[in-house]
Nanobody
Framework: QVQLVESGGGLVQTGGSLRLSCLAS????????MGWFRQAPGKEREFVAA???????NYADSVKGRFTISRDNAKNTVYLEMNNLKPEDTAVYYC?????????????????WGQGTLVTVSS
C-alpha cells in the first residue's frame, strides 16, 4: 500500500515563500516519478511540477522560474519550493506518485495521491 503524506502548507503574503514536503511509503521510492498538482476553488486539478527517477523535471508554465521540485531518495521525500508566491497560487496542493519513471504532466499517470495541503496567498 503506497501512502503519500503532504506537509508545509499555510498562509503567506504575496511575494512570500513556502516549501511543501511529501513523504512516501510502501514502495521503492527512487524508481518512480513524483509530481505536484493543485486545485483551486471552483477549478479543475492542474499539473504543477514533476520529477522523474533520473531527476528529469517538468514544470507548468505558470510556475517556471518560481517553483522548484526536488527529491531526497534517502528520505523517501519530494519537495516543492515555492517562491514569489501570487494570489493565483492559492489552492490545495497534492502530491502524486507515478506508475513509471518519467516526469509526466498527465494526472492519469499518477495512481497514488496524498490528501492535499492548503496553500493560501494573501494579496
Amino acid at each position: 500500500q503506497v501512502q503519500l503524506v503532504e506537509s508545509g502548507g499555510g498562509l503567506v503574503q504575496t511575494g512570500g515563500s513556502l516549501r511543501l514536503s511529501c513523504l512516501a511509503s510502501g514502495r521503492t521510492f527512487s524508481m518512480f516519478a513524483m509530481g505536484w498538482f493543485r486545485q483551486a476553488p471552483g477549478k479543475e486539478r492542474e499539473f504543477v511540477a514533476a520529477i522523474g527517477w533520473g531527476d528529469g523535471v517538468n514544470y507548468a508554465d505558470s510556475v517556471k522560474g518560481r517553483f522548484t521540485i526536488s527529491r531526497d531518495n534517502a528520505k523517501n521525500t519530494v519537495y516543492l519550493e515555492m517562491n514569489n508566491l501570487k494570489p493565483e497560487d492559492t489552492a490545495v496542493y497534492y502530491c502524486a506518485g507515478g506508475r513509471r519513471g518519467g516526469a509526466t504532466m498527465n494526472n492519469l499517470d499518477y495512481p497514488y495521491w496524498g490528501q492535499g495541503t492548503l496553500v493560501t496567498v494573501s494579496s
